[in-house]
């Protein structure tokens, strides 16, 4: 007898999430609609309200999602066996190979504030993202999250983000990766 494999169906609140990721990502959050994510989801507009109370908080859960995939990513790519310095290079060299390969849309924790200025929820995922930067260099160089070595790293890792998204320069940001190695 044959086996069938039978591939779960994603839910639609996971099909909401992918399609507004993709659109926040191409259009921006403004300029994409409910409706557009409705339609690229493939479901009933109610699944959406059923899901999310509204756009904002369709937002903060997408929000959610890339907090969670860096943080995971983050972790993952590196090796605590490493120098500090090769960790910290890694972090650099992980975001270069995104722009690289077309992937990367710039960081969608500021894409957000600057979207939605005026939404707390949103600036309060964007703090999450920054504390959880601040730790994972903090890890990554064997450093207090408050010293000063962590706070320069976390400004050159912004500055090398923004390299990315407005000059699409993986050159850009592995220098700025160089930097950070001399500062460690």
Same mark, same amino acid.
């Given at each position: 007898?044959?086996?069938?494999? *039978?591939?779960?169906?994603?839910?639609?609140?996971?099909?909401?999430?992918?399609? =507004?990721?993709?659109?926040?990502?191409?259009?921006?959050?403004?300029?994409?609609?409910?409706?557009?994510? *409705?339609?690229?989801?493939?479901?009933?507009?109610?699944?959406?309200?059923?899901?999310?109370?509204?756009?904002?908080?369709?937002?903060?859960?997408?929000?959610?999602?890339?907090?969670?995939?860096?943080?995971?990513?983050?972790?993952?790519?590196?090796?605590?066996?490493?120098?500090?310095?090769?960790?910290?290079?890694?972090?650099?060299?992980?975001?270069?190979?995104?722009?690289?390969?077309?992937?990367?849309?710039?960081?969608?924790?500021?894409?957000?504030?600057?979207?939605?200025?005026?939404?707390?929820?949103?600036?309060?995922?964007?703090?999450?993202?920054?504390?959880?930067?601040? =730790?994972?260099?903090?890890?990554?160089?064997?450093?207090?999250?408050?010293?000063?070595? *962590?706070?320069?790293? *976390?400004?050159?890792?912004?500055?090398?983000?923004?390299?990315?998204?407005? =000059?699409?320069?993986?050159?850009?940001?592995?220098?700025?990766?160089?930097?950070?190695?001399?500062?460690?």
């Amino acid at each position: 007898m044959e086996t069938m494999t *039978v591939t779960p169906v994603p839910s639609a609140r996971a099909r909401l999430l992918a399609s =507004a990721r993709r659109l926040f990502h191409e259009h921006g959050i403004n300029a994409t609609g409910i409706d557009l994510i *409705v339609r690229s989801a493939g479901v009933a507009k109610a699944s959406l309200y059923n899901n999310f109370a509204s756009k904002e908080a369709l937002v903060v859960a997408y929000l959610e999602d890339e907090l969670n995939g860096w943080v995971d990513h983050a972790r993952a790519v590196d090796d605590p066996r490493w120098s500090r310095q090769e960790r910290i290079a890694t972090l650099f060299e992980v975001l270069a190979l995104s722009v690289e390969a077309n992937t990367f849309f710039g960081c969608p924790f500021t894409n957000a504030v600057i979207e939605l200025p005026e939404c707390v929820a949103v600036r309060q995922m964007a703090d999450r993202y920054r504390d959880e930067v601040r =730790a994972h260099i903090s890890v990554l160089v064997g450093e207090a999250p408050g010293s000063t070595v *962590v706070s320069r790293l *976390v400004l050159v890792y912004d500055g090398a983000i923004t390299a990315a998204k407005v =000059a699409r320069d993986a050159g850009l940001v592995r220098q700025a990766g160089t930097l950070a190695q001399d500062l460690v």
